[in-house]
């Protein structure tokens, strides 16, 4: 189905960032769009007859897979990726089947992104205050029965060096049921000093985070920024008990939870037949030329998070899609002839898979989730695994 | 909440800002760009793309400059869209000096 991370990624309660899909619709309007779904590149079809059939490649593949945290403890019970929590809230269906047990008062989130922020809001976050988003019923079944009162957050650098942006700390200030704090033995009132005070954004964000130094709680729940920590082990006897850390002072400390969310970057899967740049975990590409090497390999490209890396908003990966577009028309001029054409390739494509979906396909599937979701008060109710969505078109 | 193109923009218009729009919000006229605010969806793309820091959400803008959260959405009713850049206007280069940018 189109629209990647916008679906699977952007946290439920942010339902004006998912407008843009209205972009995506308009794009996909256009003569000579042809959407293509249920099928899997590197496995159905290989980059090379794409190649063979098509001018040019685009790799548009994100970054699917969680960094791991590379510490003793990571693989028991209880400790998880934040984001395989993300997929599964939003009713990925590679994901939907995880479980997440929410029966411990204490959680804790490992980074200082935003995808650490949006783990943690959702935590927070009663079901009342969910329940008329588009998040997966699975998942508002488990947080509403959940039994946190305290997440903490938990980040190597201080207030200066966080990555979540000015906006998603805003969003703390309108949790209902949760306070937001930072505990002020990890930092000095210099940290929340802004080296660059020409920057509104991070001027911003220090003194949001200054205002929760002074919170006092009073809510049900809370959540805890923790600033200066370096997590070096997971313990528990048959799954997660405690954070073990290193105070950039020195300082040892056990942090409590039965859950540990790791955010600490994501990188690009890696597609058959495409070289990887192992380092920068994104498709080897020098700005946005696949490349072999030195060389670059004639006519497969790649654009925004499988490009650059994970930043930057839904806005800057437009800017990265032109910047490819750019480099696919510049070369086109010295593009060798195809062999095969896209109608052929399709023609074999489609007896290699259960059932090739098609634009106008989805759009029966977003209008029956939209129907399903008007019945509970929410935008949509996701189908979260394929069967589902497939029955929905009538396959 | 909505972004809003301010006074930095007059007189510059590098339009760096439409690059990055994903909903196409950017309006213009001869002298600068406005934002749309039914359109915009708060993504944040343009702010750090702008070279003059001409735009800001409208919640952070000091209490002087909140008069350009009308200025754009009523400008962005009587102008028209902008997909795509444009040459900055004369002098841009020179007037982002002056800003100390």
Redesign the interface.
């Known amino acids: 189905m189109p629209y990647g991370l916008v679906r699977f990624g952007v946290a439920p309660d942010h339902p004006?960032?998912?407008?843009?899909t209205?972009?995506f619709d308009r794009i996909a309007a256009m003569p000579g769009f042809r959407f293509i779904g249920g099928v899997t590149v590197g496995d159905d079809v290989t980059v090379d007859e794409l190649r063979e059939a098509y001018d040019a490649v685009v790799l548009a593949t994100g970054a699917e897979l969680s960094r791991p945290l590379g510490i003793p403890g990571e693989a028991l019970p209880g400790s998880h990726s934040a984001g395989d929590f993300v997929a599964w809230y939003n009713g990925h269906p590679d994901f939907a089947d995880l479980s997440f047990n929410l029966d411990h008062e204490a959680a804790i989130i490992i980074g200082h992104g935003n995808v650490a922020l949006d783990v943690a809001r959702i935590l927070a976050k009663t079901a009342d205050e969910l329940r008329q988003t588009d998040i997966a019923r699975h998942a508002l079944e488990v947080l509403a029965a959940s039994r946190i009162r305290e997440i903490s957050i938990v980040g190597r650098g201080g207030p200066v060096q966080a990555k979540f942006?000015a906006?998603e700390l805003?969003d703390f200030l309108e949790l209902k049921s949760c306070d937001t704090l930072v505990n002020d033995r990890d930092v000095t009132p210099k940290d929340f000093e802004p080296q660059h005070p020409?920057d509104?954004?991070l001027v911003?964000k220090l003194s949001l985070l200054r205002g929760f130094s002074q919170q006092t709680a009073t809510r049900p729940r809370r959540c805890v920024f923790r600033f200066g920590f370096s997590p070096f082990a997971i313990h528990g006897r048959d799954r997660v008990e405690t954070l073990s850390v290193t105070h950039r002072s020195g300082a040892v400390e056990d942090i409590a939870g039965g859950l540990v969310f790791g955010s600490v970057g994501r990188r690009t899967a890696p597609v058959t037949g495409v070289p990887y740049d192992t380092h920068r975990g994104v498709h080897a590409n020098a700005n946005g030329r696949v490349t072999n090497g030195h060389c670059m390999i004639e006519g497969l490209y790649a654009c925004g998070w499988s490009k650059r890396g994970p930043n930057?908003?839904?806005?800057?990966?437009?800017?990265c899609g032109?910047a490819t577009a750019e480099a696919v028309l510049a070369d086109l001029a010295h593009r060798r002839a195809r062999p095969d054409t896209p109608d052929a390739l399709l023609a074999r494509v489609v007896g290699r898979v259960t059932r090739v979906v098609s634009y106008p396909d989805w759009m029966v599937i977003d209008t029956a989730e939209k129907s399903r979701g008007a019945l509970l008060g929410k935008p949509r109710e996701k189908f979260v695994t394929i069967p589902d969505m497939l029955a929905a078109v009538g396959a | 909440m909505t972004y809003v193109v301010t006074d930095n923009c007059r007189g510059c218009r590098y339009t760096e800002c439409v690059?990055?729009?994903?909903?196409?919000c950017f309006h213009l006229d001869d002298s600068m760009t406005y934002i749309d605010p039914e359109n915009c969806?708060?993504?944040?793309?343009?702010?750090?793309?702008c070279p003059v820091?001409a735009i800001?959400?409208d919640?952070?803008l000091a209490a002087d400059k909140k008069f350009w959260i009308d200025v754009n959405r009523r400008r962005a009713a009587e102008t028209p869209v902008i997909s795509a850049r444009l040459v900055p206007l004369p002098g841009a280069d020179e007037r982002r000096l002056a800003l100390g940018r």
């Open positions: 004006k960032l998912k407008q843009v209205a972009a942006s906006k805003r020409a509104p954004e911003e930057g908003t839904i806005g800057t990966n437009r800017g032109i | 690059t990055v729009c994903p909903v196409e969806i708060d993504c944040g793309g343009c702010a750090p793309a820091g800001e959400p919640y952070r």
